[in-house]
């Protein structure tokens, strides 16, 4: 088999980006149907906006920061496509993090193109960005996060983490599994922790490490001291820091209204719209009707439940716990469109390595379940949509098989993975000194 050479791989994906952003402004010039992504025009629009001096929120429907608009203030002076050529070089700068990330855990170089390829040649995420989302930004943003706390560089890491739950709130669900993360028994008294290296087919410990009963009153009393840590405590300041100075200064910039959209919108938002959420239907019926707070945040106990679980059962296994995390909390929320699918797509060469699910059977098997249930939605979305077909209850049937797909595939992923530490504890290194038993 002929060896693949990651920057050459690297070059022809840069090339078949820079090919599809060309043809999408031809497409947008001779075809009925656009190939740029609705909210690029939003984008671009309120970045115009901005240019003018005026606020970006003018531009209904735009619900961002006021960072992405300007980002794109290029498009107004440089070139209209500006924004699409930042995301994908973001999406490049993805497939840099990954196979950086790979190689600091050991994984041998051929494993790391080929886990790399998984992102670099998804049609999900090519077209994420060539299209004009700018989803690939803060994909890069999540790994350069998990880089940084893998090389003991926790205030650059608090900064980001900081900065990307500003840009877009959804990565808040991160923070208690970094704040577990962020451990003595991880870091010790070095700046940089000791990483557990790759090793194929090896099941690392799971509960043994953290097994231990504790019956002592001032055991119990260090445990609970040992939590507020100087790197928590450091990490908790500078994300709150930058997240308050950025929302803060946005807030002073354009009022209540960027609070509203840009993230209260997000938190109670009742959107009637189809989308792949098993919600939609029940807001489309109630849309115009009264409804609490209350009856608005209920949605995400679901998801709340979901994420301790996962989280206190993966958290030291970090990669692999912002995956799960990830997925779950799309397919559980409010609203889910196919833009959400690349915040867990980038995290899944990070995991690739310690699945011991075969491609050739049951990962082909679950690949096509998952698609095949959203093909089958996207049938009665295109009956909806374009032929103005009554079809909602068909519509919400399919959504609710959807999140049977990925319930299914989310406990088959889990069930195939194998446990992996990122960091090697002290409890561990202490366990394998000379004259100690396993």
Same mark, same amino acid.
């Given at each position: 088999?002929?060896?693949?050479?990651?920057?050459?791989?690297l070059?022809f994906?840069?090339?078949?980006?820079?090919?599809?952003?060309?043809y999408?402004?031809?497409q947008?010039?001779?075809?009925?149907?656009?190939?740029?992504d609705?909210?690029?025009?939003v984008?671009?629009?309120?970045?115009?906006?901005?240019?003018?001096?005026?606020?970006?929120?003018?531009?209904?429907?735009?619900r961002?920061?006021p960072?992405?608009?300007?980002?794109?203030?290029?498009?107004?002076?440089?070139?209209?496509?500006?924004?699409?050529?930042?995301?994908?070089?973001s999406?490049?700068?993805?497939?840099?993090?990954?196979?950086a990330?790979?190689k600091?855990?050991?994984?041998?170089?051929?494993?790391?193109?080929?886990?790399?390829?998984v992102?670099?040649f998804?049609?999900?995420t090519f077209?994420?960005?060539?299209?004009?989302?700018?989803?690939?930004?803060?994909?890069?943003?999540?790994?350069?996060?998990?880089?940084?706390?893998?090389?003991?560089?926790?205030?650059?890491?608090a900064?980001?983490?900081?900065?990307v739950?500003?840009?877009?709130?959804?990565?808040?669900?991160?923070?208690?599994?970094?704040?577990?993360?962020?451990?003595?028994?991880?870091?010790?008294?070095?700046?940089?922790?000791?990483?557990?290296?790759?090793?194929?087919?090896?099941?690392q410990?799971?509960?043994?490490?953290?097994?231990?009963?504790?019956t002592?009153?001032?055991?119990?009393?260090?445990?609970?001291?040992?939590?507020?840590?100087?790197?928590?405590?450091i990490?908790?300041?500078?994300?709150?820091?930058v997240?308050?100075?950025?929302?803060?200064?946005?807030?002073y910039l354009?009022?209540?209204?960027?609070?509203?959209?840009?993230?209260?919108?997000?938190?109670?938002?009742?959107d009637?719209?189809?989308?792949?959420?098993?919600?939609?239907?029940?807001?489309?019926?109630?849309?115009e009707?009264? *409804?609490? !707070?209350?009856?608005? #945040?209920? &949605?995400? /106990?679901p998801?709340?439940?979901?994420?301790? @679980? +996962? =989280?206190?059962?993966?958290?030291?296994?970090?990669?692999?716990?912002?995956?799960?995390?990830?997925?779950?909390?799309?397919?559980?929320?409010?609203?889910?469109t196919a833009?959400?699918?690349?915040?867990?797509?980038?995290?899944?060469?990070?995991?690739?390595?310690?699945?011991?699910?075969?491609?050739?059977?049951?990962?082909?098997?679950?690949?096509?379940l998952w698609?095949?249930?959203?093909?089958?939605?996207l049938?009665?979305?295109?009956?909806?949509?374009?032929?103005?077909?009554? *079809?909602? !209850?068909?519509?919400? #049937?399919s &959504?609710? /098989?959807?999140?049977?797909?990925?319930?299914? @595939? +989310? =406990?088959?992923?889990i069930r195939?993975?194998?446990y992996?530490?990122?960091?090697?504890r002290?409890?561990?290194?202490?366990?394998?000194?000379?004259?100690?038993?396993?």
């Amino acid at each position: 088999m002929v060896a693949i050479n990651f920057r050459s791989l690297l070059l022809f994906s840069a090339f078949l980006r820079v090919f599809l952003i060309v043809y999408g402004e031809w497409q947008d010039t001779h075809m009925e149907v656009r190939y740029t992504d609705v909210d690029y025009l939003v984008f671009s629009d309120a970045a115009s906006l901005m240019a003018s001096r005026r606020s970006p929120y003018e531009r209904l429907t735009y619900r961002y920061s006021p960072l992405v608009a300007f980002l794109l203030i290029p498009n107004s002076i440089i070139h209209p496509s500006w924004g699409k050529f930042l995301f994908s070089a973001s999406d490049l700068l993805v497939a840099l993090l990954i196979h950086a990330i790979l190689k600091l855990r050991g994984v041998p170089e051929k494993l790391c193109t080929y886990s790399t390829m998984v992102w670099l040649f998804n049609p999900f995420t090519f077209t994420i960005g060539t299209r004009g989302n700018c989803e690939p930004i803060v994909c890069a943003m999540i790994l350069w996060i998990i880089h940084c706390l893998m090389n003991g560089k926790i205030c650059q890491a608090a900064f980001w983490y900081g900065l990307v739950v500003h840009l877009r709130i959804y990565p808040i669900i991160y923070a208690l599994p970094v704040i577990l993360v962020l451990d003595p028994l991880n870091f010790g008294l070095g700046n940089k922790p000791n990483l557990t290296a790759w090793v194929p087919g090896e099941i690392q410990l799971t509960q043994r490490l953290y097994s231990t009963k504790v019956t002592d009153k001032n055991s119990i009393w260090l445990i609970v001291m040992s939590m507020f840590t100087w790197r928590r405590i450091i990490f908790g300041l500078i994300s709150g820091f930058v997240f308050f100075f950025c929302t803060g200064f946005s807030f002073y910039l354009y009022g209540w209204q960027f609070l509203h959209e840009a993230l209260l919108y997000h938190l109670t938002r009742t959107d009637p719209r189809h989308n792949f959420s098993i919600y939609f239907y029940h807001l489309y019926l109630h849309y115009e009707h009264d *409804v609490t !707070i209350m009856e608005k #945040l209920i &949605s995400f /106990l679901p998801q709340i439940i979901v994420q301790l @679980v +996962l =989280i206190f059962r993966f958290s030291q296994d970090f990669p692999f716990c912002f995956f799960v995390q990830t997925l779950a909390f799309v397919a559980f929320n409010k609203v889910m469109t196919a833009q959400y699918f690349v915040w867990f797509f980038c995290l899944l060469p990070l995991i690739w390595p310690w699945s011991s699910m075969k491609l050739k059977w049951k990962g082909l098997a679950s690949t096509l379940l998952w698609i095949g249930a959203q093909t089958h939605w996207l049938m009665w979305g295109y009956l909806l949509e374009f032929k103005g077909k009554n *079809v909602f !209850i068909q519509l919400w #049937l399919s &959504s609710l /098989l959807f999140l049977a797909a990925n319930t299914f @595939v +989310l =406990i088959s992923i889990i069930r195939h993975h194998r446990y992996s530490p990122v960091f090697r504890r002290l409890e561990l290194a202490a366990s394998k000194k000379p004259g100690k038993s396993d």
